[in-house]
């Protein structure tokens, strides 16, 4: 395959992945608000744009922070390359230059995701609706995804896509846990309130995880578990032991393919391999922000070795 073929396919499904958990930090910083005073809010909407690494570019453009005019930037402000609409338009014009690699099925949904949401997000999005929007959003990305689970060989083309999506779902799931732990709490000395609480459950609503948690842990909340939960608990397809233990067996499929492996397989085993033997309390004791920042990272860092190892810009 092509190292641009390649390239197109990673970016299409990280864009496709990235725009659907924009929605799900948004819908966490709305639910977040929805909780505090109006002065209370603007912190919790700026620890959205904190997350998603849009806060400089937001300022840049707006003096003040709120939910209308974050929520309009993220979803669909003009200069925003980082909206939900503009990484939408992106993953379509991907899948339209790699469409011979696609099935017939993945491109038909790539391009309703794309005339749907483009039609939703034509104009500004009232509180009222915000919530139906978010749900569209997340209903699209499924949608494609299934379309290639369904249809797609098991080959390079899907390793590449499957690749893609759980190297920007690892980095999200780190970040919302990151912004949980450094970001929202106003004190050290909240920890265990009625504030944090809430916070952890949205956190859990955030990656659709809370239903699954309270299964597991008979319904009780306990920061220590969901931070066990979403890092270490390989059940989950959000977690991010989950995310890696797929992306070691994606990327061992494509050396198996080329019979060759190189930098890229290495990080990636690697992480993997902390993550399978780390426990809770390692990581707690080691640090929960220090861990996560180490872990964003090495994922940052599999992802580089990986556009070097298929030679991307080829």
């Known amino acids: 395959m092509l190292g641009r073929t390649a390239d197109g396919i990673f970016w299409m499904f990280r864009y496709l992945e990235r725009a659907e958990n924009t929605a799900r930090l948004l819908e966490t910083g709305f639910r977040l608000a929805l909780t505090r005073g109006h002065s209370a809010a603007s912190s919790e909407w700026q620890s959205v744009l904190v997350t998603i690494g849009q806060d400089q570019a937001f300022h840049a453009v707006h003096d003040e922070v709120n939910g209308p005019l974050v929520t309009d930037w993220i979803l669909r402000g003009k200069g925003n390359p980082g909206s939900v609409l503009a990484m939408i338009e992106q993953a379509r014009s991907n899948a339209r230059a790699v469409r011979t690699a696609l099935t017939r099925e993945v491109w038909e949904a790539t391009n309703e995701a794309w005339m749907v949401l483009r039609a939703e997000l034509a104009r500004p999005i009232k509180a009222s609706t915000l919530g139906d929007v978010l749900a569209a959003i997340r209903r699209q990305s499924t949608l494609v995804r299934g379309a290639m689970d369904g249809t797609m060989l098991r080959n390079d083309i899907y390793n590449f896509a499957r690749i893609g999506t759980f ?40 990656v659709s995880g809370e239903r699954a948690y ?60 902390l993550l399978r033997k780390a426990t809770i309390d390692t990581i707690l004791e080691f640090g929960l922000h220090e861990f996560i920042a180490d872990f964003i990272a090495r994922n940052r860092q599999a992802a580089d070795a990986i556009a070097a190892d298929y030679r991307f810009t080829d």
């Open 167 to 206: 190297v920007e779902r690892a980095d999200n799931t780190a970040r919302i846990l990151d912004v949980k732990y450094y970001v929202l709490l106003p004190s050290i000395s909240w920890v265990g309130s009625s504030l944090d609480n809430v916070q952890w459950e949205t956190v859990l609503r955030s």
């Open 214 to 273: 309270r299964w597991l842990n008979a319904g009780e909340l306990d920061p220590r578990g969901i931070a066990d939960f979403l890092i270490l608990d390989s059940r989950f397809p959000r977690s991010l032991s989950s995310c890696y233990a797929k992306l070691e067996s994606n990327i061992e499929g494509l050396a198996r393919q080329y019979r060759r492996s190189g930098p890229a397989q290495a990080l990636v085993s690697e992480t993997a391999m």
